[in-house]
C-alpha cells in the first residue's frame, strides 16, 4: 500500500511567516517552524511566496534556499513564478520541486519550458478549479506529474478529469473528511493550516490515519524485538546520540512496549525501572528526542538512537547526562570540523573580548577591507608554494589562509554549520 504524506505549509510576507494568503498575522518563528516540521513527523513542507515586489521576492527565495539548508524533509517552492527564471531559482535552492499556479494565463508555458529544463517530475500545478484542466487537459498532463488543490470542493470533479496523482491542502480538521480524502487512490497527501501549527501531534495523526487502515510514512524496524538480546527484566539499554554533533546524550532501557511506541511515534520512548512505567521523553518538559535513525550493536543486546534532540537531555538542564569529567588526560584531536570549530571559537571570543597585542583583534580593529587584503595575499601564498615540490610549504600557508577565512567568516557571522549546509546541498 502506498504511504499517504502529511504536508505542513509556510507562507512568506516581507521574511516572515504569516498564518496564510489572506491572513497576515504572524505565524511564528519561521526557523523555528521548519525545525519542528523537521522533526515531528512532517512528511513535506510545501512554501508559499506571498511576495509582491522583485525584492521582496528575492528575499523570499533566499529564505528558501537556507530553509532546505537546516532541514531534510522535501521542500516545494511556490507562489510569485512568473516566468521561468522563477523556477530555476527555486529548484537551485535547493526545493524539490517548484508548484505553478493554474490560475495564471502563462502557466502552461513555463510548465512546458520548465519540463523540458528540468523534466515534469520537478514541476507541479496548484488549481482552485478545474478550468486549467479544462482549457489544458493533455499539456497539463504531460508537463507536471502531480497537482496541488488548494479548494477542496474540485476533489471530486478531477476524478473525471484526470489521472494525475494530487494532494490536497485544507482548512481545519475533521477526521472523518480527511480519512474519506486520503483514501481515494489518487491523493497522495494532505495537509494545510492543522498541520502547520506548533500544537499538533503529527503522529498522533498517523496513529488515527493509521487504525483507519490509511498507511503514512513511519519507522519500520528492520529485526523483531525478539531477535533482541535482553536482560534479565526483558529490557535493553540505549545510548542515545545527537544525529548532528554525534555528542552522546544519555542512556536509557527500552522494553518491547517501549521499542513498538517509539517505532509508532518517532520519538524516544523508554520505561522508567524506578517508577515501573512507560515515558516518552519529553512529555512533561517539552525536551522530545525525534528518532533519526536506530542501530544495534554487534551482540544486539544495545541500541545505538540518534535523535534530534529539542533542549537539553539531562533533567539538570545541561545538553548531555554526561557533562562531569572523572578523568582526562589532555590530547590533540584529529577531527577536522572541530579543530576548524575550535580554532573558529577562539577567534570569536578574541572579538568579543580584545587582548593587547593580539594580531587577531588587529584585524577586526582595522576593518574588513585589512581582512580581504590579507585573505588575497595568503591565497596567492599557496599559488606559490604549490609550485614548489615539497608539500610543508603549501600546508603552512593553506593553514594561514584558512585561518584568515575564519577571521572573515566571523567578521560576517558565518559559522562552520553554515559552511557544511552548503556543502551537503551541492
Known sequence: MEHKNLIATIYLKDGMAVKGKNDLESAGDLKGLAKLYND????????????????????????????CRMIEIPIYGAGNIQRMEDVKKILYAGCKGAILDGSKHDTIQIAEEGAQRFGREKLLISMENVDLLFKHKKEVEEYVHKLVVLNPVIIDSLANLTDLPYSVIIQG?????????????????????????????????????AAEGIETKKFISVMEWSQFKTNSDGMIPVIVQDYQTGEVLMMAYMNEEAFQSTLSLGKMTYYSRSRQELWVKGETSGHYQYVKSLAIDCDQDTILAQVSQIGAACHTGNTSCFYRELVKKEYMTKSPLKVFENVYHVIEDRREHPKDGSYTNYLFDKGVDKILKKLGEEATEIVIAAKNPEPEEVKYEISDFLYHMMVLMVEKGVTWEDIVEELNQR
Open 173 to 209: 480538521y475533521d477526521e472523518g473528511r480527511w480519512v474519506e480524502i486520503l483514501k481515494k487512490e489518487c491523493v497522495t497527501g494532505i495537509g494545510g493550516e492543522y498541520i502547520s501549527r506548533y500544537d499538533t501531534d503529527v503522529t498522533q495523526v498517523k496513529k488515527i490515519l
Open 40 to 67: 515531528s513527523g512532517v512528511d513535506k513542507l510545501y512554501v508559499f511566496d506571498l511576495s509582491n515586489t522583485d525584492r521582496e521576492h528575492e528575499a523570499n527565495l533566499h529564505i528558501m534556499k537556507e530553509l
